[in-house]
């Protein structure tokens, strides 16, 4: 599959998983990342401005299938990219 992306890529993208020290809020699905629980921070640099993204292990998991399927998205732009992809 390939789709037709209307964005320029981030000049920098850097993902790290980490283990949260306090609760944060996944960028995707606006669920709570708890104490303790694994996620993937995401910094990127795209048009002179960083941005930092932490995003919950199960939405990690919908980008997985997304890359594998060659279908683009952007940040925050998941549930998008998964009806474009059922449709």
């Known amino acids: 599959m390939s789709c037709y992306c209307d964005f320029d890529p981030a ?7 980490r283990r949260a020290r ?3 809020t996944c ?6 990342i708890e ?4 996620y993937v ?3 990127t ?3 002179g401005r960083w941005s930092h993204y932490r995003i919950c292990d199960c939405c990690e998991e919908g980008w997985k299938i ?3 399927a060659g279908h683009c998205y952007l940040i ?3 549930q998008e990219a998964w009806e474009q992809l059922y449709e």
């Open 27 to 32: 960028y995707e699905c606006r669920e709570k």
């Open 35 to 38: 104490p303790g629980d694994e």
């Open 41 to 43: 921070y995401i910094s």
């Open 66 to 68: 997304l890359r594998e």
């Open 22 to 24: 306090k609760q944060y």
């Open 45 to 47: 640099l795209a048009e």
């Open 11 to 17: 000049d920098i993208w850097n993902e790290r998983n």
């Open 76 to 78: 925050g732009g998941l």
